[in-house]
């Protein structure tokens, strides 16, 4: 399997800059998912504060 891999990638042209995209977009795309977790946790901790004080405001 990895003789074909190894074929494969000397047969193309531009194969290496291919790897090289793809490796930067799930990079990219695992920090976009880290990054809107963190920040949705962040919102529901928020409203959860505010819920919590407008609950107490009319107690």
Excluded: H, P, Y
Aim: proline fraction near 0%; glycine fraction near 8%.
């Amino acid at each position: 399997m990895f003789d074909f891999i190894k074929r494969r990638l000397k047969s193309d042209k531009g194969a290496m800059d291919k790897i090289i995209v793809t490796l930067l977009l799930v990079i990219v795309g695992v920090g976009a998912v880290v990054g809107l977790s963190t920040w949705v946790n962040t919102e529901v901790n928020t409203v959860k504060n505010s819920a919590t004080g407008a609950i107490a405001n009319v107690n």
